[in-house]
């Protein structure tokens, strides 16, 4: 079965500055991996997803990832933050050739201070 | 539009009384599933459901139960023996393509008084 950790439960960065969101994975065999944005009392909303191919996933409001198989990684980053961006942010990870039932991490919250 | 209908967003029950939460989707998605959300924990899948007619339980099923008659809806139940019931639920549909790629609905918040 797989297992997703998200390294920081909280991370504060002030406006402007880069920001770094930690994903790793521990699954036997291939994946798909997904972030995933939540604000305040809403419902999630898909931010980028690896499936196959390049290794680095550009997504929504200027968000990348990339996927690192030997380190099993799909860390989130961004070059410059808004405080637009302050939310709670959720990795997910599904089986290739299994269930597709994703499994996800307990979530980051991000702080973007002015 | 197509989405996910979540109702209602807020509810409020007494200890011992079951509730109902609504999630009606127009994605014409086979696949729906129900996660409870608390603070730090992330998302807990509760029940699933990949066709009409079958569901399987989640990892915390007990004190839940759910239907799934139609392929547009996927209510979830909270019985009165879910020790601890009081949480944000979360109802999502699979997209096509079979990746586990989720679309969500925007959330009810049980609190039980």
């Known amino acids: 079965a797989q297992s997703v950790t998200q390294l920081d439960s909280q991370v504060p960065v002030f406006e402007e500055a880069p920001v770094e969101l930690r994903c790793n994975y521990s699954?036997?065999?291939?994946?798909?991996l997904f972030w995933y944005v939540q604000y305040p009392n809403q419902g999630l909303q898909l931010l980028l997803k690896?499936?196959?191919?390049?290794?680095l996933v550009k997504g929504i409001n200027g968000f990348e990832a990339e996927f690192n198989k030997s380190q099993t990684s799909f860390h989130l980053r961004k070059p410059s933050v808004h405080i637009s961006d302050t939310a709670e942010y959720f990795c997910?990870?599904?089986?290739?050739?299994?269930?597709?039932?994703?499994?996800f991490g307990r979530g980051t919250s991000l702080i973007v201070h002015p | 539009d197509g989405g996910i209908t979540q109702s209602p967003k807020y509810l409020f029950r007494k200890e011992g009384q079951n509730v109902t939460l609504s999630c009606e989707q127009n994605?014409?998605?086979?696949?729906m599933y129900w996660y409870r959300q608390d603070p730090g924990q992330g998302l807990r899948l509760i029940y699933y459901?990949?066709?009409?007619?079958?569901?399987q339980k989640g990892d915390i099923a007990e004190g839940y139960s759910v239907s799934r008659e139609k392929k547009e809806s996927f209510p979830l139940t909270v019985t009165s023996a879910q020790k601890n019931p009081t949480a944000f639920y979360l109802c999502?549909?699979?997209?096509?393509?079979?990746?586990?790629?989720?679309?969500f609905g925007e959330g009810s918040r049980l609190t039980v008084l």
């Open positions: 994605l014409n998605h086979d696949a």
């Open positions: 699954s036997s065999v291939s994946v798909y």
């Open positions: 997910a990870v599904s089986e290739k050739g299994g269930s597709y039932i994703p499994t």
């Open positions: 690896y499936l196959s191919g390049s290794t």
């Open positions: 999502a549909s699979e997209t096509t393509g079979n990746t586990g790629e989720l679309f």
């Open positions: 459901s990949q066709i009409v007619n079958d569901f």
